[in-house]
């Protein structure tokens, strides 16, 4: 026995039980800083099996065994060439302490108990957190519904489908090729079919083209073909057919490249530059929607904290590696989010009939980028001693595109969010980054 882990959850041991059972649990439970993707989850936790997808083109092949409702159920390694050579029996238990659950984590296998720990306390701070905010929404009116999502299998939709689901959500991905799933939908961007979202309650739109590159002519026009003409058309059919809530990404672009201190709320004036055009005409192509009475909201997103996309991919390896630092004078606002409490507010937008228009999604506190890298230093204990020299971001990104993105300047208030009450997972920086890498020590 290389590994014990326990603790106590605060919610009912079956629903505890049946959140595991549900599609989407290997998803949430999956450490992020890990380089480790789920090729398939097991369709029961009775004789289930599951896939993740390891480095080197390994596979790690999973049966569930042990069985035993609401109180246990075993993963065993069983995958050739792994199996040949290493032991996993993995023992997961659960038992009632009053309204609360111990859940118990037992693996055996001769992979030290040390190298394990930071996997199985992220699983174990995921769930509860997880199943928080599932409760809490609960009592503000969240109900089991059909959410039809765009951009499903992006590192912002893989996370926002697998937590709904794991709520008790039906989700149904809106997919450019043919279905391969039964939840999956082929949806054409330009000419959504006229049943696409027949039997749906909600419609939440993450597709579009990444901004992160050279802004060349032609990313340019991706950035814009992706976004504008699918937002009308879906936002079109969703009036046609009556879904109810229509909830699209955006972006903080939309107030323009370098705002100063000036402290930006929803009601800010739009900014200028590339993006801020492009950001203006994407919630401008939700129009159909609301005048249809669909209730429309508009997630301005900020910088999305995650190590599996976003900027901080692009800072973990280098910061780990001690060449990280401020990016030129380091005093550029950065307006941050984590990717887990981005999840929270496209589910609020989801069950709460008070949000309509835009909605900043950004963590309360914004910091300057010398903030940034000296936090993200302290977490890895590496230090943020080599500045990036302004002409970096310029031989990658071009002109405009280290103007619009790397040096963007941007103090963002989530004044909508703030107003509703809502309670943020990880208000501050430095416990966001911990969580998401491991690093809670």
Known sequence: MSLIFSSVVDAPLDEVFAWHARPGAI?????????VGVVSEASTLD??????????GLRWGARHTGFEPPHRFVDELDSAPLSWALKWRHTHEFAAEGDRTRMTDRVETPV??????????????????DLAAQASARKAGDRPITVAITGGSGF????????LSTAGHRVVKLVRHSPAAPDERRWDPERPAPDLLSDVDAVVHLAGASI???FTDAHRRAIRSSRIGPTRALADLAAATGVPVFVSASAIGFYGADRGDEELTEDSERGEGFLADVVADWEAATAPAASAGVRVVNVRTGLVQSPNGGTLRLFHPLFAA???GRLGDGRMWQSWIGMDDLVDVYHRALYDTGLSGPVNAVAPDAVRNST????????LHRPALLPVPSFGPRLLLGEQGARELAEASQLVRPAVLTK???RFRYPDLEPALRHLLGRTN
């Open 112 to 129: 030290p108990g040390a190298l394990l720990r930071s996997m199985f306390a992220y699983r174990h701070r995921q769930l509860a957190a």
């Open 27 to 35: 998803h949430r439970l999956s450490p992020p800083w890990q380089p």
């Open 322 to 324: 001690g060449l990280g």
């Open 156 to 163: 912002v939709g893989t996370a926002l489908w697998s937590f």
């Open 47 to 56: 004789g289930g099996r599951a896939v993740l997808g390891l480095p080197l």
């Open 420 to 422: 509703a009450g809502h």
């Open 212 to 214: 992160a590159g050279r």
């Open 372 to 379: 940034y890298a000296a936090t993200l230093a302290k977490v």
